[in-house]
Structure formats: structure tokens, C-alpha cells
């Protein structure tokens, strides 16, 4: 049986890393073969591209990152999110396309109909089941990132930057939201875990 495809979305320092570990622990515990994965990267060529965009100061054009994020995500999905769930994994993604819409659309500028038109080519049909948007203000996300030594190209940008991206995402969540579930991820961990606990177990 196809694995499930999700996705975990939200701005920097909104504590994707923990809640991804805490998601793939709960579906582990429930006898679900799980691969974690990320982007940019997920590939020997996705991660080099992942190394050139974020730590690289090489001025990019907003289009020229989009596509290379697009590049990245078309090796992404054929080497490794479509046959992994083809195996009845379930993927579990740190960022997809929403961060794309949100960081090089609202965030830099890039037309979301042209994100839009790489999105129906390089996903040909698949989106994920389930995306888990990790709201926080961007003071709180900031606050968090900064304390992290070496911040990326993204983490050093401005608040209105993270306006912007934080925006677009609940947009995104707002035009998708059967595929979108907003998580108000200021709150503990035991009450978040709770209300994750709830949205998967509806998938389980
Ligand atoms: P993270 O792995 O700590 O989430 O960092 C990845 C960074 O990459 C994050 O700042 C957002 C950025 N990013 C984009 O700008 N566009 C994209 O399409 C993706 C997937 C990530």
C-alpha cells in the first residue's frame, strides 16, 4: 500500500526539527515505516544545491532560486519521495513547496503564478496528503533562530521578510485547508503534541 506524503511547514525557529523527530517517533510507535527527508536537499544533488542557496553569497536572483529549489525538488520526489512511498513509506518533509511560495514569492518577490506553473510541472499531480503549518510570530521565530551559531542566509533576514513569509503560509493554509492544518506553535509541547497526536491519528 502507497505510504503517505507529509510535509512540515512554518517559519525559521517555529521548532520543526523537534516536532518532526516527536511526529516520526508517534508514527513509528504505530507500526508505520517512516523516512524523513528535506529541502532544499534529500539528494547527493539537492544537498549541494541546499549548500549554494543557503550558505553561498552569491546574490541570487529570486527566479534563479526558485528554480533551483524546483531543480532540486524534481531529483527530490524521483530519487526518493516517490519510490519511498511506492515502498509504503511514510515521507515525512521538512519544507516543500509552501516554502517556496513563501520565502521566494512573499519573501523575495518571485510571481506565484510562476511558482505556480513549476509546481504543476515538476510535482505532475502529487501533493502532499497532509501539510503541518508550525505557526509562530515572526518575533518569536527570530528570537529562536538567532540563538542558533550559524545562522543561514534566510535567518539573518529582516522582520518584515518574516511578515511576509509568515503571511504567505497562512494564505497557502487558507486556499489548501484540507491539505493544511495550522498548529499555534507558541503554546507547550504537551499541548501541541496533543492537538498533532489528533490530526494523525485521523491518518493512521
Ligand atoms: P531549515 O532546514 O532550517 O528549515 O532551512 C531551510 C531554509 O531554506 C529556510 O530558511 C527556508 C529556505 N527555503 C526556501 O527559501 N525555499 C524553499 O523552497 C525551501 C524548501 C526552503
Redesign the pocket.
Known sequence: MRGRFITLE???GAG??THLRWIARFLMDHGRKVMVT????GTAVGEKL?GL??RGNHGLNPET??LL??A??REHLDKVIIPALARGHWVLC???????????GA??GTDWKKIGLLERWVHDGLQPDLTILLDVSPAVGRQR?RRRQQP????REKGAYYRR?RNAYLRRARANSRRVRVIDAGRSLPEIHKELEEILLTYC
Open positions: 512554518g517559519i525559521d520543526k526539527s528535506r529541502e532544499p536537499g541546499r542557496v543557503l532560486e526558485t529549489m524546483f532540486a525538488r521538512d519544507r516543500f513547496t509552501d516554502a517556496t511560495y513563501a520565502y521566494q519573501g523575495s533562530a543561514d542566509r534566510f535567518e513569509v
